[in-house]
Nanobody
Framework: LQLVESGGGLVQPGGSLRLSCAAS????????IGWFRQAPGKEREEVSC????????NYADSVKGRFTISRDNANNMVYLQMNSLRTGDTAFYSC?????????????WGQGTQVTVSS
């Protein structure tokens, strides 16, 4: 049961990145997936979540209209498309699996990926 993130990196303000969360060892279709981030000196926050079926999504106010979460259960993948990135989006991003719905607590975490937005 493993989650692996990829797609982080350095991008200029206004740019875009797509983060990927790959699952192995279990069917991703049984889990809601949340994307979390933590910046230095700040608490971890959940920026987005998608239900196991993909029928329900939610976003933190700080990223609404800029980030889009999606999933491909056939390929055990979840994505976070991040557009119009700001310096305040700089953080360590992790995906986490929850049982079916986003209201559940995470039961498994990935190792995370760094996103740095800077000119």
């Amino acid at each position: 049961l493993q989650l692996v993130e990829s797609g982080g990196g350095l991008v200029q303000p206004g740019g875009s990145l797509r983060l990927s969360c790959a699952a192995s060892g279990f069917p991703l279709s049984s889990y809601a997936i949340g994307w979390f981030r933590q910046a230095p000196g700040k608490e971890r926050e959940e920026v987005s979540c998608i239900s196991s079926s993909g029928s329900s999504t939610n976003y933190a106010d700080s990223v609404k209209g800029r980030f889009t979460i999606s999933r491909d259960n056939a390929n055990n993948m979840v994505y976070l498309q991040m557009n119009s990135l700001r310096t305040g989006d700089t953080a360590f991003y992790s995906c986490a699996a929850k049982a079916f719905v986003c209201s559940q607590e995470p039961v498994r975490w990935g190792q995370g990926t760094q996103v740095t937005v800077s000119s």
